[in-house]
Structures are given as structure tokens and as C-alpha cells.
């Protein structure tokens, strides 16, 4: 998956990426909203089919359609959980394949800039379960390949025209289909629909608001515009019926923020537990009569009795947002907060803390690379070939996708020992003047932030002890509390030698697809 490396942002990456993320015991696991059909509960009635591989759990009946059920943990081989009580099925798409896939629990809904996603590359016999990954603060969430579920070993193809057609003629009897988030606020199971959540977070601390009363807690900063967080039970006249705390279980906070936004007013509602995605069709909301204290804001009823699930209150946005209460706080807000913050980042425009984002991997310590230089990620490729009379440093030529690529090995570009397992390397594909590079690391970390303040020059003392060809490269680092000392590598001068290195070994103008 290439994406140009260039320092200046462009539109795709400007563009906005919705996430859903899920719980799968220690890891954290996210699928594109645009991949995810509906989340359901574990399913009462499940079908095994004979000879199936362990993680195929069976079938189950999904509104006539039968879909596969598989236990992606399992698969991963980790630990089996007995209590499927929290379970939740994403029921995937891919084309035409639909497979239900079995989580721990659901997380959040996130909205990303597509720059911050970084694509993974795997080699020709992976199977490509993670497709790419991004990170929260001290977070890293990798992305599920839609494709790759569904091409899970051992799956079946379920091809049924008909009851698929059945299916089609009983959703277009009942209207259009639609999806919404279910969540419990004050005991009661409601809904809102997706298109009305900008974003789903967990509960942060919040910061004081001059603006707070019973209803408002304070406020939340994301991504530099002030939410005001309303506890929506207690807004709804239900606060008395809220867990509003920590799941006895394991401790975990299970309550979030649903983040709502109208122009550039933004307004979060704490709820209990964001429980599933749902899909429904028109036919399926009933009218609800008007219940004193929330008029207009239930637009009416999600029936699940075929389902044998709990009907859900479906919450009018368009309702919320017109709220004189609620349209107040947000509109507040945004005048008093973000005025302010304007006006504070103006007066300091000289002393604004600038965030840079760096992929880290490993060699004989930890290094980082700004990822506006990387292109992508991809496995060692064991059947390199190395042209006759190459640099030392050059491990071979590759051909990715009909073009050959120099691979470079930094361990010896940097006099350093090799690495113990090369097997186990990874290649970071890199991009100079049109040409794509590879670099060999031990090991890819992590993607961090940080913020150009946090970064130190090094000292004339300290790089008069680095390998020359190092010398070139590194003139900063970062000391951060979690990781240590990263080195910050400046690619620009590193490709800029290679080419010309490579050029002059080939006696021609450096353009590496003509490697032989």
C-alpha cells in the first residue's frame, strides 16, 4: 500500500478515517465503520459444521442470512474466556463474504486524519490479518484486513441467492437500512444513530468548566476544540438508575463519551456502556408516545422482538442539537474556550509547541524516522539478490510490486554488528526524488509523538564518538519518559549518499527500479 512520502500534507491525508475498536484479551483491535455490517450479542443458537478448524465456532441466523462465526481469538491461540456475557459479533463485509467475528467487548468509535494511519505490508505468503495501525497516546491500535478475516483458513463460502434475495425483498418492504450505536444511559437501552456520533472516547478527566452545573461535568479539549460532557442519564431524568462507575469485574471504566457536532459546535454525552452497533430498517421504529421532560428527543423505537433483544429508544440529534439547554452549552463553549485558546495561541504564535510524528524501530538502539519519510512496512524477504560488486552495505535488490528496490543494511552502513535473527528483520520502505529505497531494521516499535520542543541537538562531545556515516545522519534526539533515548534519524542526507553511491556503482543516473 505506497503512499508518497512529502512533508507537506496533502488532501488524502487530510481526510477523515472512522474506526470501530474492539477488546480481544491483551490486544486492542480496531475495523474500518465502512467494513462493519452491524455488531451484534452472541448468538443464542449457533450450527457447528462437521470437520470444521477450531476457530470456526459454526453458523447462526443472522434475519435469514447464515453467517460463519469465527473465534478470532482462538485462531491467535490465546486464552478461551468462558463468560460470553460482554461477547460481542462484528459481522464483517468483504465483497460478497459476510463473517460474524467474536470480541471480548466493544471499545470506541474513533475519527482519525488519514495521515496519522500507517499502512502494513506483508509478505507474499502472510496472510495479512492487520492491515495497518495507529496510535492514541500511549496506545497503539492495529487494524483488522476485512479481506483477510474472511479469508480466515477453513472458512465456508456461504452462497444462498435465495434467502439472500429473500432478505433483500424483506429489507426493501421494510424501508431503507441503517445503523446506530446502542448504549445504556440511566438503566435504559437507547440508541443513536451512526451518522450523529462524530466520535465515541472513553471518559478522560475533565477540565473545569465555568459553565458546569448538575447536568454538565466540565469539559474536554479533543483535538483542540472544547466539548462540554453532559451526563445524559441525569439530563434525561435517569440518573438514578446509572451504574456511572467501574465494572466490578476487572476494575475497567466502562463508561464513554459520545461526541456529537453540529458546524464547529461540539457536545459529548457521558453514558454508561456503549453495548453494539445495530442495524435496523424503517420499518422496524416505532412511534413513541411523548414522555413529559423529553420531548423531541426520542424519535421513536427500535423493535428487536424477533431478535429477542430489548427495544431501544432511538435519540432524535437533530432533537439534541436544538435542545436550548444543550445548544447553549455547546455554543458556549466554543465562544468562551476556544476564543481563548485563539487568542492565547496568537500572543504565543513564536512559542507554539509543533507535533511531529516518528516510527521507531530497532538496531543497536532505538531509532526513529519522521513518518512523512516512510512509505510502508514489509517482512524480510530472505531471497534477495545481491547484485556483483554492490556497496557493503547494499543486502540485495527486491522486486516489490514489478519495480526493483535497493535494500540497504543500516547495521553495517553504521559499523555495527549484525542482527541475530535477519530473518526476523523488517524492511522500511522509503522514498527519495521519485526512487524507493529499503532499509533493514531489527525490529518496528512503535508510532510516537513528539513535539519539537522535546527535541535536543547532540553534542559535538557525544557525536565525535558515532560512526562517521551515523554522524551524517543523526543530529537530534528525544528523551521520553516511556521509551528512553530515541535517536532521530534524518533520512534526507541517508538516501541522498545511497543514490549517489548506487548511481556511481552503476555508472548512470541513480534510479534504483533499474537495479540489476
Not at 505490508?121 to 500511549?138: P, Q, T, V, W
Not at 464513554?256 to 454525552?269: A, F, K, N
Request: contains cysteine.
Amino acid at each position: 500500500m505506497d503512499s508518497p512520502a512529502s512533508p507537506p500534507p496533502t488532501a488524502s491525508q487530510d481526510a477523515m478515517q472512522l474506526f470501530g475498536s474492539f477488546h480481544l484479551g491483551e490486544f486492542e483491535l480496531a475495523l474500518p465503520i465502512g467494513a462493519l455490517q452491524e455488531v451484534v450479542p452472541f448468538p443464542a443458537s449457533i450450527t457447528r459444521v462437521p470437520l470444521a478448524p477450531p476457530h470456526l465456532l459454526g453458523l447462526f441466523n443472522l434475519r435469514g442470512m447464515l453467517i460463519p462465526l469465527a473465534d478470532l481469538g482462538r485462531f491467535m491461540g490465546l486464552s478461551e474466556t468462558a463468560d460470553r456475557g460482554d461477547a460481542r459479533v462484528a459481522v464483517v463485509a468483504s465483497g460478497a463474504a459476510r463473517l460474524g467475528v467474536l470480541f471480548d467487548r466493544t471499545g470506541e468509535m474513533l475519527r482519525l486524519p488519514a495521515g496519522q494511519v500507517v499502512p502494513f505490508r506483508h509478505g507474499s505468503e502472510s496472510l495479512g490479518l492487520i492491515e495497518s495501525a495507529f496510535h492514541l497516546g500511549e496506545r497503539i491500535l492495529q487494524v483488522l484486513s476485512a479481506d483477510a478475516l474472511t479469508r480466515l483458513p477453513g472458512l465456508p463460502q456461504v452462497l444462498n441467492p435465495d434467502l439472500a434475495e429473500q432478505a433483500r425483498q424483506r429489507r426493501l418492504a421494510q424501508g431503507r437500512r441503517q445503523q446506530a450505536v446502542s448504549f445504556r444511559a440511566g438503566g435504559r437501552h437507547m440508541a443513536l444513530p451512526m451518522g450523529a456520533i462524530h466520535e465515541i472516547i472513553r471518559l478522560p478527566p475533565l477540565e473545569h468548566s465555568v459553565l458546569a452545573d448538575d447536568r454538565c461535568l466540565g469539559r474536554v479539549h479533543l483535538r483542540g476544540h472544547p466539548v462540554p460532557v453532559v451526563d445524559f442519564a441525569r439530563f434525561l431524568g435517569l440518573a438514578a438508575a446509572g451504574s456511572g462507575g467501574p465494572d466490578e469485574a476487572d476494575g475497567e471504566d466502562l463508561r464513554r463519551v459520545l461526541v456529537l457536532r453540529q458546524d464547529e459546535s461540539y457536545l459529548g454525552l457521558q453514558v454508561d456502556e456503549v453495548d453494539s452497533i445495530v442495524g435496523y430498517l424503517d420499518g422496524q421504529v416505532l412511534p413513541m408516545p411523548p414522555i413529559e421532560g423529553q420531548t423531541g428527543l426520542i424519535a421513536g423505537c427500535i423493535s428487536r422482538k424477533d431478535s429477542g433483544q430489548d427495544d431501544l429508544a432511538l435519540v432524535d440529534a437533530p432533537g439534541l442539537h436544538a435542545d436550548p439547554f444543550l445548544a447553549h452549552l455547546a455554543t458556549g463553549h466554543r465562544e468562551l474556550y476556544l476564543v481563548a485558546a485563539d487568542e492565547a495561541a496568537a500572543a504565543q504564535a513564536g512559542q507554539r509547541r509543533l507535533r511531529e510524528t516518528w516510527v521507531t524501530f530497532q538496531l543497536d538502539r532505538l531509532m526513529g524516522l519522521r513518518i512523512e519519510q516512510l512509505c510502508e512496512v514489509i517482512d524480510y524477504d530472505p531471497s534477495l539478490m545481491r547484485p556483483p560488486g554492490a556497496p557493503p552495505f547494499v543486502r540485495g535488490v527486491l522486486n516489490l510490486r514489478q519495480k526493483l528496490i535497493t535494500v540497504v543494511d543500516l547495521r553495517t552502513l553504521y559499523g555495527m554488528e549484525q542482527a541475530a535473527d535477519p530473518a526476523a528483520c523488517k524492511i522500511l520502505i522509503v522514498d527519495h526524488a521519485g526512487a524507493k529505497y529499503g532499509l533493514v531494521a531489527d525490529s518496528v516499535q512503535s508510532i510516537l509523538g513528539i513535539d519539537r520542543a522535546e527535541k535536543l541537538r547532540v553534542p559535538a562531545l557525544v557525536s565525535h564518538h558515532l560512526h562517521p556515516e551515523l554522524q551524517r545522519d543523526l543530529h537530534e534526539v528525544a528523551e521520553l519518559p516511556e521509551h528512553g533515548t530515541v535517536l532521530l534519524l534524518d533520512a534526507t542526507p541517508l538516501l541522498r549518499r545511497i543514490a549517489g553511491t548506487v548511481a556511481a556503482d552503476q555508472g548512470e543516473p541513480a534510479r534504483v527500479h533499474t537495479a540489476t
